[in-house]
């Protein structure tokens, strides 16, 4: 097992009133495992994405990763850098930077040295065959292909769990299928644990696992 959820809750309270936006939810994800997650918008998907990644708090039940509890003891720093990535629906690429430059930042930030994760993000953009646009800008590139370096970004330091906020939300349909595709080939090839939050019926042609989230729990 590599996430447990049990009995999650997180309520939101407005000036006039309280939103109960998760409540008793549950979740159970394996290594190697793609789980997709429908809902409604405001059913609280991105909030559960942000849970998860240690990002936002939540009130009460308890998650674990890999058996370790998400508590104060939790090195949530080390935990986003070195065990999760993830995947938003813009792609939020730094246009001042090229394609392989942009993959490589992750690998930085880590404290990797330039010239290694240099190799590493052209080894991605080899085996995903996008090698020819890693000189490249992102503003000279589709929709598409930003996702997809996006992707690859997310992935450079290995993650063992890969978050993804409506990935395919921003793109035509004749590229929601190199994404998919991409994701599968992930999880397959880096033993990567896949979570998608998604409007996109597509998705189910490479998940194990589908739920729905409503009325703050999964079904």
């Known amino acids: 097992m590599l996430l447990k959820i049990e ?3 997180k309520t939101y309270y407005t000036s006039d009133k309280k939103i109960n936006i998760l409540q008793d939810l549950c979740l159970e994800l394996e290594q190697n495992e793609i789980v997709s997650i429908f ?3 405001g059913s609280g ?3 559960l994405l942000n849970i998860i990644s240690g990002l936002l708090s ?3 039940g308890k998650i674990f990763f890999e058996k370790k509890i998400f508590d104060s003891s939790f090195d949530f720093t080390s935990f986003r850098k070195n065990d999760i990535g993830i995947v938003f629906q813009e792609n939020f690429l730094l246009n001042e930077f090229t394609v392989i430059e942009n993959i490589m930042i992750p690998n930085i930030i880590k404290g990797i040295e330039k010239n ?3 190799k590493n993000a052209l080894n991605l953009l080899d085996k995903f065959e996008l090698l020819s646009i890693k000189d490249i800008y992102p503003n000279s590139l589709s929709g598409g292909e930003k996702q997809r370096v996006s992707i690859l970004r997310s992935i450079i330091n290995n993650p063992k769990l890969l978050l993804a906020d409506e990935p395919t939300g921003s793109i035509d349909e004749s590229n929601k299928s190199k994404v998919f595709s991409l994701f599968k080939t992930i999880s397959d090839d880096y033993n990567t644990s896949i979570i998608i939050m998604t409007h996109d019926n597509n998705v189910s ?3 194990n696992n589908i739920l729905n989230l409503s009325k703050g729990t999964l079904k």
Do not use: E, R
């Open 205 to 207: 042609k490479i998940s």
């Open 7 to 9: 009995n999650l809750h």
């Open 116 to 118: 290694i994760a240099h």
């Open 39 to 41: 809902g409604a918008s």
């Open 45 to 47: 998907k991105s909030t």
């Open 58 to 60: 939540y009130d009460s």
